[in-house]
């Protein structure tokens, strides 16, 4: 009975291992989805910022 106990408490060890390596894991992906969301955003300011800029010096040479 005590070797069930004490290998089942192993298993449940390794597997709260997995678990707490699996969740690192994914706040690391988490964290580099940000930031490329970051740079997303970031660069669709910038593209709008230039559409603005193409737009206007259109309408200047509108005859």
């Known amino acids: 009975m005590s070797t069930h106990i004490s290998q ?5 060890s390794e597997t709260t291992a997995d678990i707490a ?3 690192e894991e994914i706040n690391h992906i ?3 989805s940000y930031q490329a969301m970051s740079e997303i955003a970031s660069t669709s300011q ?3 910022s230039l559409a603005n800029q193409q737009s206007e ?3 200047r040479f509108k005859l």
């Open 8 to 12: 089942a408490a192993g298993e449940q």
């Open 21 to 23: 390596k699996n969740i």
């Open 30 to 32: 988490a964290d580099d």
């Open 46 to 48: 910038s593209l709008t």
């Open 57 to 59: 010096l259109v309408h």
